[in-house]
Every structure is written in structure tokens, then in C-alpha cells.
């Protein structure tokens, strides 16, 4: 049997058993395009025991990492790249060598599980991306690609976002799914949620992020045991980043001015050695270690009070934060407008493109280059499109947030 023969029966296989668990109600991975869903981490017990029970499972392991390891480097973009994540819905020892043998993207600069979205981007270049506006829906989409002309059908869904508005705030509920953007189910994956003037935004993590004091927003907490916590279900909202745009009170001429402090990523992670919080899969800080204190239901135990004017008391922020910046644009005198280098990703004169680069202060060891590195880029290239670059030490769920925090409106800042 050939190898491509092979790939194509797993992926038949996979397909099948998909749509039997579907009629079952349990959610399983999802492997068509726009959506990159591997089987649960603890399955019940009944399906594993099925799973466990294929043909495929009593392959050598010499044999299984082999095949794995081809297929894994054969295929770099999508949607062919989507047969490693139909290798990883074969069983559970199939899905154990597949996270062996896929790194992170800061290793190979590559998307492959959802846990990769809230995982730092490449160093050395960035991840190239598009986002699609649906006015009508006030839905946003990220999409993996280079422009939806150039991609065609290779576009991946990676994020999307729909945009509420309430009173007093705005929300931007982000999810792994275009259709459903509800808090009760694995989909979601956080929000952004800006003040009544859009001047402020906190961006807020389904999940508690690895090795950063951050807690739960809202000033009223209802602690329950540790161990009545669903690991799969959302716990919170968890405070990760706020992004502040100045103030342009006189109406002066120039572009927004915006500052961002990721609270989860430390400025050390730019220094020569230096690493970002990479988190391996999701809820994994939930331990025994973790202080039960720290855990509060996610449903309807936001404090309705929250002032985005200044942080909730609630945070424990960290020593040094990384803080991102806008790279100041210059004024053209031919074309009469400020300009940014951003190297043929943008071509459409736009308020809302901009490029962030890192706030070092003089006494951080940093050095030259990372300070000039253009860590995301963001700009229009035609009617409701628009790019996005990430690098690391951001994660796309990082600067997906950030960039939707450009499409609120902003009357005090322009």
C-alpha cells in the first residue's frame, strides 16, 4: 500500500467516525476546512475503548513514528497540512506522537492545533494572515494566508470574532468558530472588551496563562472547590493585555497613537536568551499546585462594575511587562500623507494600519534589532480586507485581539 493511499484511508476512516460521534452528541474534531479540532484530551471512556480498538493502534511505534514524522514535514501549508491533524485523530497513542513529533510555531513557524493560537509566533519572520469583515454581522474572521486572492480555497479559518455592543462597553467575543460564539462550550476563547469611549481595551483569555500572576476580572468572586471544575470547560475570563489609545483632545494632525502592556509576557522574553509563556495545551496550569482561590465560575460572575479606565484591583501585574507601541509613521510631502513601510502587505491608505514595535526603556539589556523588529502589522488592502502579521513573542489570539481593538470606533482619538 502506498503511502498516499494510506494517508487517504486514515483520513476516510476518521471522516466516518466523526460523523457517528456527531449523531452521539459528543464533540469531536472537526477536520474540513476552517476548522482545526483534534479528539479531547480524556475522552469517555466507551469511545476511547472504540478508538483504542482500530487497526490502525497496533501499528510498531518505530513504524507509527515514522509515518507521523513524514507526513508531518511533507505537508507546510493548508489545507494539506491538515493530514497531520487527521493523524492525530486516529487514536490516542496516534495523537500522542503527533504532538511529539509537531513543534510549536516559534519552532517551525507553522499552525497546526489550536493550542498554536495561543502559542508565541516565529522569530526569525512573521505569520502572515488576513482578516474579513462582515458588516452586516459585525463578525470579523482570521484567516491563515497571504491574501484571499493569492490563497483562493487555501485560506484556514483560524479565529473569529463578533462585536456586541451594551450600554456602557463594546465586546468582541472570540471564538474557534465562525457560527457560535457562545461562553458554554470549547469554542470559545476569549474576548476584548473596550470602555464607552474606545479610548481603553482588555483583552481577556479563556484560560489562565502558564507562569503569570494574572486573576479573574471583576471585583466579586464566588469561590468554589477545585475539583468541581469542569478541565474542559471555560473557567473565566482571565486578564492578559490592555491597550490604551492617547487622547487627541486638540484634533492635531497625525495617526492614532496607541500603547499595548501584555501582562502575561515579560520584556526578559526579548533579550538574547529569553522566553515567552508557551502553553502546551489548554488548562494545563490547572494542578494540584494551582490555588484553589484562583478559580471562579465563568458564567455570570463578572462584576458588572469593571472600570476599563483603571485596571481592576484584581490583577496582579507583572514586574516588567513587555509594552508594544506604534512605530511613528512619517509625513510624505509629495502624497500629502503619512506613510509606513510595510513592505507591499498594505495598499490602501487607511487610520485604522499601524505597526507596533517594542517600548524598551534605556536601562533594559535589549538589544538594537529587537527594538526595531516590527512585531505586528496590521492594514487594509481593500474593502473589508485586511492583513495581519505576528511575530513572536505574540501569540495570534494576542494579535487578533489587538487588531480588533483598531475596528471600534473612536471619536475622542482621531
Known amino acids: 500500500m502506498s503511502f498516499k493511499s494510506m494517508i487517504r484511508e486514515l483520513r476516510g476512516i476518521s471522516n466516518g467516525r466523526e460523523s457517528n460521534l456527531r449523531k452521539q452528541g459528543d464533540k469531536k474534531c472537526v477536520l474540513g476546512r476552517g476548522r482545526s479540532h483534534i479528539a479531547p484530551e480524556c475522552p469517555p471512556s466507551s469511545v476511547s475503548t472504540s478508538v483504542q480498538q482500530s487497526q490502525w493502534a497496533n501499528l510498531p511505534s518505530e513504524l507509527l513514528l515514522d509515518i507521523i514524522r513524514r507526513v508531518e514535514s511533507s505537508d507546510t501549508s493548508w489545507p494539506a497540512r491538515r493530514d497531520v491533524v487527521v493523524c492525530a485523530a486516529v487514536c490516542r497513542s496516534w495523537r500522542e506522537v503527533t504532538k511529539e513529533v509537531v513543534r510549536t510555531p516559534e519552532q517551525c513557524g507553522l499552525l497546526t492545533f489550536p493550542m498554536s493560537l495561543k502559542q508565541p509566533g516565529p522569530r526569525d519572520y512573521p505569520i502572515q494572515c488576513f482578516i474579513r469583515r462582515e458588516r452586516g454581522t459585525s463578525t470579523f474572521r482570521l484567516y491563515l494566508g497571504l491574501t484571499p486572492a493569492l490563497s483562493g480555497n487555501g485560506s484556514k479559518l483560524l479565529l473569529a470574532a463578533k462585536k456586541i455592543r451594551r450600554a456602557m462597553k463594546t465586546d468582541f467575543v472570540i471564538s474557534f468558530s465562525a457560527d457560535d460564539y457562545s461562553r458554554a462550550n470549547d469554542n470559545y476563547v476569549g474576548k476584548l472588551r473596550s470602555n464607552f469611549l474606545g479610548t481603553k481595551f482588555i483583552v481577556y483569555d479563556s484560560h489562565p496563562p502558564c507562569n503569570s500572576p494574572v486573576s479573574l476580572s471583576g471585583q466579586s468572586h464566588k469561590r468554589i472547590p477545585l475539583k468541581k471544575v469542569l478541565p474542559r470547560l471555560p473557567l473565566g475570563n482571565y486578564n492578559t493585555a490592555s491597550i490604551c489609545y492617547e487622547l487627541n483632545v486638540l484634533r492635531t494632525r497625525g495617526p492614532r497613537r496607541m500603547h499595548c502592556t501584555m501582562d502575561t509576557i515579560p520584556v526578559s522574553a526579548l533579550q538574547e536568551g529569553g522566553a515567552a509563556p508557551t502553553p502546551e495545551t489548554f488548562g494545563n496550569c ?129
Not at 512585531?375 to 501569540?395: A, E, H, N, V, W
Open 286 to 414: 490547572l494542578d494540584e499546585k494551582s490555588s484553589p482561590s484562583s478559580v471562579v465560575k465563568g458564567n455570570n460572575q463578572e462584576s458588572t462594575s469593571t472600570n476599563l479606565d483603571q485596571p481592576p484591583e484584581s490583577i496582579q501585574s507583572m514586574k516588567n511587562p513587555l509594552v508594544l507601541r506604534n512605530k511613528a509613521p512619517r509625513w510624505h510631502e509629495q502624497l500629502q500623507c503619512w506613510c509606513l513601510n510595510f513592505k507591499g502587505r498594505v495598499t490602501v491608505a487607511s487610520v485604522k494600519n499601524f505597526q507596533l514595535v517594542a517600548a524598551i526603556n534605556p536601562s533594559e539589556a535589549i538589544p538594537i534589532e529587537e527594538q526595531e523588529k516590527v512585531i505586528l502589522q496590521f492594514g487594509k488592502i481593500g474593502k473589508d480586507i485586511f492583513t495581519m502579521d505576528y511575530r513572536y513573542p505574540l501569540s495570534a489570539f494576542q494579535a487578533f485581539a489587538i487588531c480588533l481593538s483598531s475596528f471600534d470606533t473612536k471619536p475622542a482619538c482621531e
